[in-house]
């Protein structure tokens, strides 16, 4: 059994602060220790289930946060930036499950340590077929597209709430409890690594009922960004129409498409993020 595991960071016990998530900073060091048990105990987990072969995707900020000899299972860790498919490079068909590790939620939640929707500078809501998303769902287009199902999700309340959309069957290991934007009530990481072992041991053991994600086809993107000259950009990309001021969408039969269009719009707004 192989699975993909892509790893973002604010979803880890412990974590409040982009202090400590963010290369350079003070508290980096911790929180990279903090995220690095997580994602092992969610591979070991995972191992104990039934699992053989693991592709570790670092999917957050510089995309350097895990050092490769600390990852257990011998997985094989994709780092570094920038990647075509982004959170999600290295799935293909191959895969026999996906595992969402310490996910966050979506920049419009209500209660969401560190919410974001990929980039915090310029994205104000992103929708799928009317649904608003998270990451989660957004990087589910490629789940479905190349039909592995997402059979784990970890990260605070609001993450596995948002998951429910694109996996309803998924295993979902709630490891805080979101207060507000950089305030949450975390289990103690010892007992996170245990619950994130459960639940990864029995998302491998019920694979066999996991469902791939499914969209209605076509399917239509819509992104609001924070002002109007974000959405005036994302015109310049071929197939994006404008809907209003700051809000733009674009549709598509091809879901791996879609997400390429999406990674476009985030990488080309990014230029245009000036606080
Ligand atoms: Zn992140």
Same mark, same amino acid.
């Given at each position: 059994?192989?699975?993909?595991?892509?790893?973002?960071?604010?979803?880890?016990?412990?974590?409040? %602060?982009?202090?400590?998530?963010?290369?350079?900073?003070?508290?980096?060091?911790? *929180?990279?220790?903090?995220?690095?048990?997580?994602?092992?105990?969610?591979?070991?987990?995972?191992?104990?289930? *039934? %699992?053989?072969?693991?592709?570790?995707?670092?999917?957050?900020?510089?995309?350097?946060?895990?050092?490769?000899?600390?990852?257990?299972?011998?997985?094989?860790?994709?780092?570094?930036?920038?990647?075509?498919?982004?959170?999600?490079?290295?799935?293909?068909?191959?895969?026999?499950?996906?595992?969402?590790?310490?996910? =966050?939620?979506?920049?419009?939640?209500?209660?969401?340590?560190?919410?974001?929707?990929?980039?915090?500078?310029?994205?104000?809501? &992103? $929708?799928?077929?009317?649904?608003?998303?998270?990451?989660?769902?957004?990087?589910?287009? &490629?789940?479905?597209?190349?039909?592995?199902?997402?059979?784990?999700?970890?990260?605070? #309340?609001?993450?596995?709430?948002?998951?429910?959309?694109?996996?309803?069957? %998924?295993?979902?290991?709630?490891?805080?409890?979101?207060?507000?934007?950089?305030?949450?009530?975390?289990? =103690?990481?010892?007992?996170?690594?245990?619950?994130?072992?459960?639940?990864?041991?029995?998302?491998?053991?019920?694979?066999?009922?996991? =469902?791939?994600?499914?969209? =209605?086809?076509?399917?239509?993107?819509?992104?609001?960004?924070?002002?109007?000259?974000?959405?005036?950009?994302?015109?310049?990309?071929?197939?994006?129409? $404008?809907?209003?001021?700051?809000?733009?969408?674009?549709? *598509?039969?091809?879901?791996?498409?879609?997400? $390429?269009?999406?990674?476009?719009?985030?990488?080309?707004? $990014?230029?245009?993020? #000036?606080?």
């Amino acid at each position: 059994m192989k699975l993909f595991l892509s790893t973002d960071f604010e979803g880890t016990s412990g974590i409040v %602060a982009w202090e400590q998530i963010l290369e350079g900073q003070a508290e980096y060091a911790q *929180g990279r220790q903090l995220l690095t048990a997580e994602v092992n105990a969610v591979i070991k987990g995972a191992q104990s289930g *039934g %699992a053989t072969e693991f592709v570790v995707n670092d999917a957050h900020n510089a995309m350097r946060n895990l050092h490769p000899q600390d990852l257990a299972g011998r997985a094989t860790l994709i780092t570094g930036k920038h990647k075509p498919l982004y959170m999600m490079e290295g799935l293909d068909a191959s895969f026999d499950g996906i595992c969402f590790v310490s996910y =966050h939620g979506s920049i419009g939640a209500e209660h969401a340590v560190l919410s974001h929707t990929y980039n915090p500078g310029a994205i104000w809501e &992103v $929708r799928i077929n009317g649904t608003i998303v998270g990451e989660s769902g957004l990087n589910a287009l &490629v789940a479905a597209h190349y039909g592995v199902p997402i059979i784990f999700v970890s990260g605070d #309340d609001a993450t596995a709430e948002e998951a429910t959309f694109i996996a309803p069957k %998924a295993e979902m290991v709630v490891v805080k409890h979101s207060i507000g934007r950089f305030a949450a009530a975390n289990i =103690h990481p010892e007992v996170a690594c245990e619950l994130l072992y459960a639940g990864a041991e029995q998302a491998a053991r019920m694979i066999g009922q996991m =469902h791939t994600p499914q969209f =209605h086809l076509p399917a239509q993107i819509e992104v609001t960004f924070l002002v109007a000259d974000m959405a005036e950009m994302a015109l310049w990309i071929r197939g994006v129409e $404008r809907v209003s001021a700051r809000t733009v969408k674009f549709s *598509g039969e091809n879901l791996l498409d879609l997400y $390429r269009t999406f990674v476009t719009v985030v990488t080309l707004t $990014r230029s245009l993020v #000036d606080r």
